[in-house]
């Protein structure tokens, strides 16, 4: 089951790239609406930097107790 | 009739007769009352009113116009789906103070002028804190005394930044304000307060997971989106407020993911949320403007419906914490499911309300071309996606079952129903937005559901889904709390009593020396020396004297005793009234 959901979306998330790829955006504002995938490519990396960072965070300290405060 | 009824006064007023009635009367009241005042508003045009003389000034208490309205009009819906969500709440102030919460903000965004403002931004304060207090516990006192605190200090910053604006400009009306003076600054921060700006983000996360099920629900509504009406009101444009919202963005999605009470990470997720239209309002512009009121607009609905899904946990299994749940979607399916759509509204997935409203905040961010608020800004729209739709799911609805999921069950009728109206209006709002686009205070032309938009915001998420499945083994996954800025008052507070201790202790040691030495010492000199007299008289004074000073120590060793809270709320308010009076009168 769990695998079977687990190439649905691998199947999903290449047609997102494909699409991302192929469909010229409407307005060029910045540098990297030039570069094919960047959407994909930037979803993924803020995912992976914002799990990892909250988990060192949460290492840091700032992570306490519930009665820290009593 | 009149020929316009105030649609705040009318909840305000109406809120009073809720305690005198019971059962269906109540609940049909209720209904009644706040649909009324969605009708009052929709019978109101553009225009000033109910102009009193005060003090030789105009003071305009309703201001109409369309930004204004559009504020008006999700208030007016959210206090009805709130009301219905709480209606199964039995005490009757408790319907009371919500009602007047709502009220009052709707007196702020319909304010013409600084003494209307002012007064109904006091009343949201003092009414709001009731929603916190009824959940009678221990932790819900303490926070709401650290709430009013906060409040309280905003609240003095703008009495005396509207005062220092008026010494310069000898007006009161409510129009932009900008930061050139210092009573601008003084207005900023107290706006900046109520909109959970950082550093002063930490009494949100602190006291709306502790208010009652239903109160969570109004005070994810009203404080921090009128706020942001007031800033767009006085502020946009304002540079700073870019970087503020964005930090405001950032700040929310990473603590929001460490976070392990599910209304906590809501109430994280809330600064996150103001955070674009902080940084929207920054930025300034039709178009910007247009955006932040929409976004308020779709996240008022799907927020509350966030809140009042996870209340609704919190009501059937009594526990919030992830760590304690699991498994739910088989006994909550409907909650599931209502819970999902405010997750994809708030993620901004096509088809859903947050698509239509945040990408227009995105394109006004691009027209002007800054680079690195645009970057920030998806960063945040991947994260907010990461804990809604994909962590609380796969902790608390899917996964294995804990003791505290067992006796889930979906709640009772009036909070379903609540959740369904709320959901419904998200998933219309993301298929038709030209409706919500028309009320708008300025005309645009704009349309979301482009081939390069649903692509874009799909890759963007669909590859933020793939980091989340590949990394979900290190995700935050233990109870306890985050340290947030409310640290400096919790502990700075407690340094202060320390302080206090010291100088109490050392001067109560002085004055029982001093006794010691002088009465009793002196005393007993003078009954030796003074052999005629007769020691009676002389005990009869040195005891007297000694039980007063034995009684002053007494006194101010309960003072060293009492809670600094009740030192520095009684020196704020006390403050508070005495500023109040001197900028009202001179």
Not at chain 2, 34 to 43: E, S
Not at chain 2, 152 to 157: E, I, S
Not at chain 2, 503 to 513: A, K, P, Q
């Given at each position: 089951m769990e695998?079977?959901?687990?190439?649905?979306?691998?199947?999903?998330?290449?047609?997102?790239?494909?699409?991302?790829?192929?469909?010229?955006?409407?307005?060029?504002?910045?540098?990297?609406?030039?570069?094919?995938?960047?959407?994909?490519?930037?979803?993924?990396?803020?995912?992976v930097i914002i799990i990892i960072v909250a988990e060192l965070l949460a290492g840091t300290g700032l992570r306490q107790d519930e009665d820290f405060y009593e | 009739?009149?020929?316009?009824?105030?649609?705040?006064?009318?909840?305000?007023?109406?809120?009073?007769?809720?305690?005198?009635?019971?059962?269906?009367?109540?609940?049909?009241?209720?209904?009644?009352?706040?649909?009324?005042?969605?009708?009052?508003?929709?019978?109101?045009?553009?225009?000033?009113?109910g102009v009193l003389?005060?003090?030789?000034?105009?003071?305009?208490?309703?201001?109409?116009?369309?930004?204004?309205l559009v504020f008006g009009y999700v208030f007016s819906v959210a206090a009805i789906i709130a009301t219905i969500y709480s209606l199964n709440e039995e005490r009757g102030w408790h319907h009371t103070a919500a009602l007047v919460y709502a009220g009052s903000a709707i007196g702020v965004v319909f304010a013409g002028d600084f003494v209307t403002l002012f007064v109904f931004w006091e009343f949201m304060a003092f009414s709001s804190v009731f929603l916190i207090l009824l959940r009678k516990e221990e932790e819900s006192y303490n926070a709401a005394y650290?709430?009013?605190?906060?409040?309280?200090?905003?609240?003095?910053?703008?009495?005396?930044?509207?005062?220092?604006?008026?010494?310069?400009?000898?007006?009161?009306?409510?129009?932009?304000?900008?930061i050139d003076s210092l009573g601008g600054m003084l207005v900023l921060t107290g706006f900046l307060v109520n909109a959970a700006a950082l550093p002063f983000n930490a009494w949100l996360p602190d006291s709306y997971p502790r208010a009652t099920l239903g109160g969570a629900v109004f005070m994810s509504v009203f404080t921090t989106k009128s706020a942001v009406y007031a800033l767009i009101r006085g502020f946009e444009g304002t540079d700073v407020l870019i970087w503020l919202g964005i930090i405001m963005a950032v700040y929310g999605v990473l603590y929001a993911m460490m976070e392990n009470d599910i209304r906590r990470v809501m109430a994280y997720s809330i600064i996150s949320q103001v955070g674009y239209m902080v940084a929207g309002i920054g930025v300034g512009g039709e178009l910007a403007v247009n955006g932040v009121t929409a976004h308020a607009f779709s996240h008022i609905l799907y927020k509350g419906l966030l809140f009042m899904a996870a209340g609704s946990v919190l009501f059937v299994t009594g526990t919030a914490r992830m760590t304690e749940l699991g498994g739910l979607r088989t006994r909550m399916p409907i909650t599931f499911i209502l819970y999902m759509i405010g997750a994809l509204s708030i993620s901004a997935v096509p088809l859903f309300s947050g698509f239509v409203t945040k990408s227009i905040i995105f394109e006004a961010v691009a027209q002007k071309h800054l680079a690195y608020p645009y970057l920030l800004l998806m960063l945040a729209a991947a994260g907010t996606f990461l804990y809604t739709a994909l962590k609380i799911p796969y902790l608390v609805f899917l996964g294995t079952e804990k003791p505290a999921s067992r006796k889930a069950h979906d709640p009772p009728a009036n909070m379903t129903m609540a959740m369904v109206i709320a959901a419904g209006l998200c998933v219309l709002l993301g298929l038709f937005p030209q409706p919500l686009y028309g009320l708008l205070p300025h005309g645009m032309d704009f349309h979301p559901y482009t081939v390069d938009h649903i692509v874009s915001t799909l890759s963007l998420l669909g590859f933020a889904l793939l980091g989340f499945v590949l990394l979900k083994g290190r995700l935050v996954r233990i109870p306890g709390i985050n340290i947030d800025t409310d640290i400096f008052y919790r502990f700075g507070g407690r340094a202060f009593l320390w302080i206090a201790r010291k100088?109490?202790?050392?001067?109560?040691?002085?004055?029982?020396?001093l006794y010691q030495r002088v009465f009793l010492n002196g005393g007993w000199l003078v009954a030796v020396r003074s052999w005629r007299f007769d020691a009676g008289v002389i005990d009869g004074i040195v005891n007297g004297v000694a039980n007063f000073f034995v009684g002053l120590g007494q006194a101010l060793r309960r003072f060293q005793t009492g809670m600094l809270p009740d030192y520095a709320l009684s020196i704020l308010i006390g403050l508070f009234v005495i500023l109040n009076l001197f900028f009202l009168l001179f």
């Open positions: 695998g079977t959901l687990r190439w649905i979306l691998y199947g999903v998330l290449a047609l997102c790239l494909v699409a991302d790829v192929v469909v010229p955006p409407e307005h060029r504002y910045f540098f990297w609406d030039r570069i094919p995938g960047f959407n994909a490519f930037y979803g993924f990396s803020a995912a | 009739m009149p020929q316009w009824l105030h649609p705040g006064m009318v909840l305000i007023a109406g809120a009073f007769v809720v305690p005198f009635l019971r059962g269906s009367v109540r609940q049909f009241y209720l209904v009644f009352l706040t649909t009324g005042a969605l009708f009052t508003m929709t019978g109101l045009t553009e225009g000033v009113y003389h005060i003090l030789h000034e105009e003071v305009a208490f309703t201001r109409v116009d369309k930004l204004s650290r709430y009013i605190l906060v409040h309280v200090f905003g609240g003095l910053c703008l009495v005396a930044g509207f005062k220092l604006l008026f010494m310069e400009t000898h007006s009161i009306e409510f129009a932009r304000i900008g100088v109490f202790t050392t001067t109560d040691d002085f004055v029982s020396g």
